[in-house]
């Protein structure tokens, strides 16, 4: 199990022995009843198996702004890159690059702690440039899974031409609209962040990942800090 994968599956068995005390359900647009922990167990076995897929994402940023994810295997990589910069994780070392006044300037870091999960990085990244991560969606959805007060429904719907399973949350804290596709990436996201109405939505997916995505640009000035200190 992967470094990421375990606190999700953690999330995911405290919603299930929560809901399975409280009983809490709710109702599908079919009418059917679902299990918010069933629904929350799946997305996390999704997400797993997404860290050992090859794949580039394409996303629209609130901001209007793109952004790129991409992973492949064998050795395993994973990029992100958005405007104005890129992270790139490998086995052998983490690169990030920032491009301001037309020039671009890139630091070669040790490899992340889980080399053989470079998307973990990768996520931590995106996040902190404010695309919102399967991984964060789906901590939300655990959280509403627990809270007695929340309605969650779910629908299938095709989104960048892939299958995706979207999940409405209306509750007091905040609703929020979520999907994931079977691959468990993000198909699209809509809802309120530290007070801000975020949307975020998949554009393209493709079952491959160019290998001058995990390149470092061209004419960029590096600074290489790979090496271990000495003890």
């Known amino acids: 199990m992967s470094a990421m994968s375990t606190p999700l599956r953690l999330l995911a068995a405290a919603a299930i022995a929560s809901l399975t005390v409280t009983g809490c359900q709710s109702l599908d647009e079919a009418g059917q009843t679902i299990s918010h922990a069933g629904l929350v167990n799946d997305l996390a076995n999704r997400l797993d198996g997404s860290l050992s897929r090859t794949y580039t994402a394409d996303y629209q940023l609130t901001s209007g702004q793109t952004a790129t994810i ?39 870091e040790p490899p992340p702690a889980t080399p053989a999960k470079p998307a973990v990085a990768v996520f ?17 959805l655990t959280t509403a899974a627990l809270d007695p007060e929340s309605t969650i429904t779910s629908r299938d719907t095709t989104l960048a031409g892939r299958q995706a399973t979207c999940v409405e949350v209306r509750r007091p804290a905040g609703d929020l609209t979520a999907c994931i596709t079977a691959e468990g990436a993000l198909g699209s996201f809509t809802g309120h962040l530290d007070g801000a109405l975020v949307t975020v939505t998949l554009t393209s997916y493709r079952e491959a990942a160019d290998g001058p995505m995990f390149a470092l640009p061209a004419e960029a000035d590096v600074v290489d800090r790979s090496a271990s200190p000495a003890p």
């Open 70 to 108: 991409a992973q492949a295997q064998e050795p395993a990589r994973a990029t992100y890159h958005w405007t104005g910069g890129q992270l790139t994780a490998t086995e052998e070392a983490t690169t990030r690059c920032e491009t301001a006044d037309g020039r671009t300037a890139c630091t070669v």
């Open 124 to 140: 931590t990244a995106a996040e902190r440039q404010g695309l919102v991560t399967p991984p964060a969606v789906l901590e939300l």
